[in-house]
């Protein structure tokens, strides 16, 4: 797996590859040839969201790669070995696809035939920038079989410290004549693939904003499908956190896009679902840094294996609920809802209305949702009711701040700092919140190892450790809320 840093250029046929000896050390050209057979779903589900999946012989790289945007310009590609059947996927890239596939078959739908001439930048044996000048023969092998010829220019950065040189290179290029490809791929060249429907609305309303951003969460979770599926790092987070800005935009913005409580009850499951295995990955890490900190000779019993690797077990096995799931048609059925409503929303009455009128209203309305949990839980006398309370004003604190995110590219630095002031109050009461759970999970491992004949004295630790941070939280919080306070009243 690996990062693909590239800018695409346009040629005419005659074009000729300028001098590039003096950006650093020139090897080439050398010639190969390229045969890529490129799958998708016949209406071409993959291709429409910038993914490629493409069985290729020939070159240095000869085999499957699936290529996943990240970012303009950026994308991760996948590899696996050629394999001898062109029918069938392997199972591994197919699996990687089912959020865009979403049951329906891959099949071959474009074959390209590229005569590439490949130079080479390097400084003595690194390897910093690879430009491919690209003779092409597009087939479409759908119904049809249309033929299309065209010849481009690749510079790919091989070398992540050098960006500057490829932006060298990307210069020389443009004035030998090249111009930036309006194209992503050589495949959406060939079939020109329609890019996911997106709602009509008016230029600079409430409505253009709101759909804006559901239609980035709506792809920040789709991006963080296939790193889910190989428990890359974070990426159980990442799609956590893009159905949680969902939801709260959902309920924040009811009034700019209507209807959606199915939707939020769906985006919930699918948070649930997530949650398990993020909690256990969070847990194990939180204890191990705690025993990280704990004296050699004050760790007794196997308290590192029930805190380490007992919890990553229940954490693999939570992972496979999780791929189950993503596997099923509940969430294929989610994900469709999901493009639906971008696609083709129930606008309100305030979608219309100017978007700094409407949401600078809506965002007020949500801190000040933070304000009533608050005062409602200061108003509980019984401690432990407050401390319960104390939950739905965090709660509500990281709706305020998902919302002014939210709000921050159209209505500018004022929601900026709203959403870090509400973010504060999240995290303060988190620390409290997490502390108390921490407690209670060496409780019950503390029980289990007392029932298995081990010395607990080490849980007794760490509980101790545990209980120090939830109360220096839960101390500090007025201070806290009180400047927040004072801050998003100049602010609001």
Same mark, same amino acid.
């Given at each position: 797996?690996?990062?693909?840093?590239?800018?695409?250029?346009?040629?005419?046929?005659?074009?000729?590859?300028?001098?590039?000896?003096?950006? =650093? !050390?020139?090897?080439?050209?050398?010639?190969?040839?390229?045969?890529?057979?490129?799958? !998708?779903?016949?209406?071409?589900?993959?291709?429409?969201? $910038?993914?490629?999946?493409?069985?290729?012989?020939?070159?240095?790289?000869?085999?499957?790669?699936?290529?996943?945007?990240?970012?303009?310009?950026?994308?991760?590609?996948?590899?696996?070995?050629?394999?001898?059947?062109?029918?069938?996927?392997?199972?591994?890239?197919?699996?990687?696809?089912?959020?865009?596939?979403?049951?329906?078959?891959?099949?071959?739908?474009?074959?390209?035939?590229?005569?590439?001439?490949?130079?080479? *930048?390097?400084?003595?044996?690194?390897?910093?920038?690879?430009?491919?000048?690209?003779? #092409?023969?597009?087939?479409?092998?759908?119904?049809? $079989?249309? #033929?299309?010829?065209?010849?481009?220019?690749?510079?790919?950065?091989?070398?992540? %410290? &050098?960006?500057?040189?490829?932006?060298?290179?990307?210069? &020389?290029?443009?004035?030998?004549?090249?111009?930036?490809?309006?194209?992503?791929?050589?495949?959406?060249?060939?079939?020109?693939?329609?890019?996911?429907?997106?709602?009509?609305?008016?230029?600079?309303?409430?409505?253009?904003?709101?759909?804006?951003?559901?239609? %980035?969460?709506?792809? =920040?979770?789709?991006?963080?499908?296939?790193?889910?599926?190989?428990?890359? !790092?974070?990426?159980?987070?990442?799609?956590?956190?893009?159905?949680?800005?969902?939801?709260?935009?959902?309920?924040?913005?009811?009034?700019?896009?209507?209807?959606?409580?199915?939707?939020?009850?769906?985006?919930?499951?699918?948070?649930?679902?997530?949650?398990?295995?993020?909690?256990?990955?969070?847990?194990?890490?939180?204890?191990?840094?705690?025993?990280?900190?704990?004296?050699?000779?004050?760790?007794?019993?196997?308290?590192?294996?029930? *805190?380490? %690797?007992?919890?990553?077990?229940?954490?693999?096995?939570?992972?496979?609920?999780?791929?189950?799931?993503?596997?099923?048609?509940?969430?294929?059925?989610?994900?469709?809802?999901? !493009?639906?409503?971008?696609? $083709?929303?129930?606008?309100?009455?305030?979608?219309?209305?100017?978007?700094?009128?409407?949401?600078?209203?809506?965002?007020?309305?949500?801190?000040?949702?933070?304000?009533?949990?608050?005062?409602?839980?200061?108003?509980?006398?019984?401690?432990?009711?407050?401390?319960?309370?104390?939950?739905?004003?965090?709660?509500?604190?990281?709706?305020?701040?998902?919302?002014?995110?939210?709000?921050?590219?159209?209505?500018?630095?004022?929601?900026?700092?709203?959403?870090?002031?509400?973010?504060?109050?999240?995290?303060?009461?988190?620390?409290?919140?997490?502390? #108390?759970?921490?407690?209670?999970?060496?409780?019950?491992?503390?029980?289990?190892?007392?029932?298995?004949?081990?010395?607990?004295?080490?849980?007794?630790?760490?509980?101790?450790?545990?209980?120090?941070?939830?109360?220096?939280?839960?101390?500090?919080?007025?201070?806290?809320?009180?400047?927040?306070?004072?801050?998003?009243?100049?602010? *609001?």
């Amino acid at each position: 797996m690996g990062i693909e840093i590239e800018d695409k250029f346009d040629v005419p046929s005659e074009y000729t590859i300028p001098d590039l000896s003096g950006l =650093a !050390d020139v090897v080439g050209p050398k010639s190969h040839q390229l045969v890529a057979l490129y799958y !998708d779903t016949p209406d071409l589900r993959l291709a429409a969201r $910038g993914v490629t999946l493409r069985r290729r012989r020939g070159g240095a790289d000869a085999g499957w790669h699936l290529k996943l945007p990240k970012a303009k310009g950026v994308r991760q590609e996948i590899t696996h070995p050629l394999t001898r059947s062109t029918k069938i996927v392997p199972p591994e890239l197919a699996e990687l696809v089912r959020a865009y596939a979403r049951g329906a078959e891959l099949e071959v739908v474009a074959e390209l035939d590229t005569r590439r001439n490949v130079t080479l *930048l390097h400084d003595g044996d690194t390897m910093l920038v690879e430009i491919a000048d690209d003779r #092409v023969k597009g087939t479409d092998r759908r119904e049809g $079989g249309n #033929v299309v010829r065209w010849r481009e220019v690749e510079a790919e950065l091989l070398d992540d %410290s &050098r960006q500057a040189l490829l932006a060298k290179v990307g210069k &020389r290029l443009r004035k030998a004549g090249a111009t930036p490809s309006g194209a992503a791929s050589k495949l959406a060249r060939l079939l020109e693939p329609t890019p996911p429907a997106r709602a009509r609305t008016v230029p600079g309303s409430a409505g253009e904003v709101v759909v804006g951003y559901l239609a %980035s969460q709506v792809s =920040a979770l789709l991006s963080q499908d296939p790193r889910v599926r190989r428990a890359e !790092d974070d990426a159980v987070h990442q799609m956590r956190v893009a159905c949680r800005r969902l939801r709260s935009a959902m309920k924040a913005f009811k009034t700019v896009v209507m209807d959606t409580e199915e939707l939020q009850e769906e985006l919930q499951w699918l948070g649930t679902v997530l949650g398990e295995a993020r909690d256990l990955e969070v847990t194990r890490a939180r204890f191990g840094k705690l025993l990280a900190r704990v004296a050699p000779e004050l760790i007794l019993g196997p308290i590192q294996a029930r *805190l380490g %690797s007992d919890l990553l077990e229940r954490e693999q096995e939570a992972y496979v609920r999780i791929k189950e799931a993503l596997s099923g048609d509940r969430y294929y059925a989610l994900l469709n809802a999901l !493009d639906a409503l971008v696609a $083709g929303p129930k606008l309100g009455k305030a979608a219309a209305k100017p978007a700094q009128e409407q949401l600078s209203t809506i965002a007020s309305a949500n801190w000040r949702r933070v304000t009533k949990a608050y005062d409602t839980a200061q108003a509980i006398e019984d401690l432990e009711r407050r401390e319960i309370a104390m939950h739905d004003v965090r709660k509500a604190a990281k709706r305020a701040r998902y919302t002014a995110e939210a709000l921050t590219p159209a209505l500018g630095k004022d929601m900026a700092r709203l959403a870090k002031l509400a973010e504060d109050i999240q995290e303060v009461l988190g620390t409290h919140q997490d502390g #108390v759970v921490a407690q209670e999970t060496l409780a019950k491992e503390a029980e289990s190892a007392r029932q298995a004949g081990e010395d607990t004295f080490t849980y007794g630790l760490l509980v101790g450790i545990e209980r120090n941070t939830a109360e220096r939280a839960h101390a500090d919080f007025p201070r806290v809320w009180a400047e927040t306070v004072k801050a998003v009243g100049k602010l *609001l």
